[in-house]
């Protein structure tokens, strides 16, 4: 299953209210459905890293632990995003103000969740790498989340 695949496949947690023209009739995903989607993420994710920082076997060493435990708090965060997207997709045709304001205020949470994590890793990634070579991961790693936020946006309507 291709990135692409895989997100749309989470967005489709929130079908039937996303859908804005096309009915779609599909049984719902499974929680044990959105973990294999998730693992599956990950390994593509894990995949575009390890294919673009080409790590020497010493900074591999150094860098995958703390990638293990940077990925284990990036979840939290996902979780936290997958909810938000559920609750916007099932109040979007009621949305009302108090509803919108408490999806944006979620949402400017975990923008600066995901900024904290990224600031709290850092040091961590820089004694392992260099500074330079942190510095890349860091570039892979948001390029990553974008595509990721692209495909999301590009499936989930603007409030009517």
Not at 145 to 159: A, D, F, G, H, V
């Amino acid at each position: 299953m291709n990135l692409g695949r895989a997100i749309v496949l989470i967005v489709a947690l929130s079908a039937p209210a996303v859908t804005q023209t096309v009915e779609v009739q599909a049984r719902p995903l499974s929680d044990a459905d959105v973990e294999l989607i998730r693992k599956d993420v990950q390994a593509q994710r894990n995949q575009i890293i390890t294919d673009t920082m080409t790590f020497s076997t010493s900074e591999a060493a150094a860098f995958w632990p703390i990638y293990k435990e940077y990925v284990a708090e990036q979840h939290a965060i996902g979780t936290k995003r997958l909810n938000l997207i559920i609750d916007y997709a099932q109040n979007l045709e009621k949305m009302d103000d108090a509803k919108a304001r408490d999806l944006t205020e979620r949402f400017f949470a975990i923008s600066q969740d995901t900024l904290s994590l990224r600031k709290k890793y850092y040091p961590r990634f820089e004694q392992a790498l260099g500074a330079k070579r942190a510095a890349k991961f860091y570039q892979v790693d948001n390029r990553i989340e974008l595509m990721i936020n692209l495909q999301l946006t590009s499936q989930i309507p603007l409030i009517p």
